[in-house]
């Protein structure tokens, strides 16, 4: 199976397009280093919840939305190189990050079951 890097971000719904372009400009690099799929998921139906809840883990403000997203690598040693990577990679200085990256949670997932 393959590997997933996971995102939650929170992103003022005034930024979505801003948003949606850095995702867009971001596709062709991951690719570069060897990512399968990208997939961006605006927050649509995404309840406060009482104990947790997507809103209170990325402690999303008002006039914000949450964002998942998440990128398939064909395996960790491929992730793990591309982030090691980037930081130097001319090609990642500048990108609009449209975001308040200190709010953000990312982590690593190995897949146990793919229903298709």
């Known amino acids: ?18 948003y949606l372009e850095s995702a ?12 399968l799929e990208q997939v961006e998921t605006w927050g649509e139906d995404i309840p406060e919840g009482e104990t ?3 809103p209170r883990a990325v402690k999303r403000e008002p006039g914000e939305a949450v964002v998942f997203s998440w990128l398939r690598w064909p395996d960790r040693a491929t992730a793990d190189k591309c982030f090691a990577e980037m930081m130097n990679d001319p090609d990642f200085d500048g990108m609009d ?16 079951f793919e229903g298709k």
């Open 24 to 35: 867009r400009k971001s596709w062709p690099l991951f690719q570069k280093y060897g990512c």
């Open 97 to 112: 990050m449209p975001f308040d990256g200190k709010r953000m949670m990312w982590a690593g997932f190995d897949p146990i």
């Open 52 to 54: 947790t809840s997507f």
């Open 1 to 18: 199976m393959t590997y997933i890097t996971g995102f939650l971000i929170p992103v003022k719904t005034a930024d979505k397009d801003r």
